[in-house]
């Protein structure tokens, strides 16, 4: 079943369930990533799809995509284990970052969900 859950999610989303935004800047690549990694956190089928769809559209409203693409690169350097990743969980501009992310990623949440 998950097999086909992705390829359904991407053609629904190139459908126009979550069209990207070009005025926004986000490349078609990245809202689908960030939907399908949405999907396995909330579930699948079409109305999780639209959700997702909806969460990043909101958060692409809120961040340009380089502050996006800089805030995950943080978040997964900070995910990372040993003494380099560690340096990085203690920088305060990057801790603010993420905690905006987070900020604006529960309000997506809560709209669209």
């Not at 359904?8 to 990207?20: E, H, P, Q, R, S």
């Not at 089928?45 to 959700?51: A, E, L, M, N, T």
Request: glycine fraction near 8%; include cysteine; hydrophobic fraction near 40%.
């Amino acid at each position: 079943m998950t097999r086909t859950v992705a390829p359904v999610a991407l053609l629904a989303l190139l459908a126009g369930f979550g069209t990207a935004r070009a005025e926004e800047g986000y490349p078609t690549y990245a809202r689908v990533d960030y939907v399908l990694g949405c999907m396995v956190s909330n579930g699948q089928g079409p109305d999780v799809v639209r959700k997702c769809s909806c969460s990043i559209d909101e958060i692409a409203a809120h961040f340009p995509y380089d502050s996006y693409v800089a805030m995950e690169t943080a978040r997964s350097m900070q995910d990372a284990p040993g003494e380099r990743a560690s340096l990085m969980r203690d920088v305060g501009w990057i801790k603010d970052l993420l905690n905006e992310f987070r900020q604006v990623q529960v309000a997506a949440d809560l709209k669209c969900f």
